[in-house]
């Protein structure tokens, strides 16, 4: 899709890969991520555009709509730079937009605010572009932290400001997450809250246990110690799953 004729989606979503390609590269965070790692964002982000859509609010659609078209870029970016690779290709194609990104950053301009209210997609896709230029100031500012953990310290407090603090610990977590991945979830935001022993209060289960009760702690107890190892207990289980079906089909 081309801007060729000044077409606001076109304009919009080259935009948006251009600051794609900036993050990938100049980003520790987004530098670490592979197609596999990002599962639990896009499952996360579903869920949540799910929870917008029943709410019927319009505003929310469109920011969820952002966040899930976040994960369609990131995974698109992963799927040139190996396309390239087998090419023996650079995957940069569309620095350029970046750069006209980062213009727009240090002026202050805003492509959401010009873009006609009624073009959905390049509102949802300016809007995001403005969103993640304003949350990743060390790429598109002056300074800011540049390591994963200097970003994993400093970026809750960058979407809080953008979003205003959170009423609640679990405020914005779909309820309706699967299990394993929304005990995840509860267990990150209690660490980061400091109510890390509420949880684990509940995941106090017998060695034996033989009730609902006692198996819903011991789960998540598992997932507590799964995620302490650095483990994501969704992925494991999926993956064991699928070695069983895969027996299963023999």
Known sequence: M??????????????????????????????????????????????????????????AIREELGDLLYQVTFHSELLDESLAA??????????????????????GGSRAETLDAGTSF??????????LRLRHPHVFG???????????ATWEQVKQHSVGKRRAVLEGVPASLPALALAEKVLERA????????VFE?????????????FGSALLGLVADAKAHGV???????????EVSASLAE
């Open 191 to 198: 660490s980061r809250h400091g109510r890390d022993d509420d």
């Open 2 to 59: 081309t801007n060729q004729d000044g077409n606001p989606v076109g304009e919009s979503t080259i935009e948006l890969v251009g600051v794609m390609h900036r993050l990938r590269t100049e980003c520790p965070w987004h530098a670490q991520h592979d197609h596999a790692s990002l599962v639990p964002y896009l499952v996360e982000e579903c869920y949540e555009l799910v929870e917008a859509i029943e709410s019927g609010d319009r505003d």
């Open 232 to 242: 994501n207990a969704e992925h494991a289980l999926r993956a064991t799953l699928r």
């Open 142 to 152: 002056d300074a800011g932290p540049t390591t994963v953990e200097q970003l994993d």
């Open 202 to 214: 509940r995941a106090d289960a017998p060695e034996h246990p033989t009730t609902e009760a006692e």
């Open 86 to 107: 087998d090419a023996g290709l650079d995957a940069g194609g569309a620095s350029s937009a970046g750069g006209g990104a980062n213009a727009d950053a240090r002026s």
């Open 122 to 131: 390049a509102v949802v896709a300016a809007r995001l572009s403005d969103k």
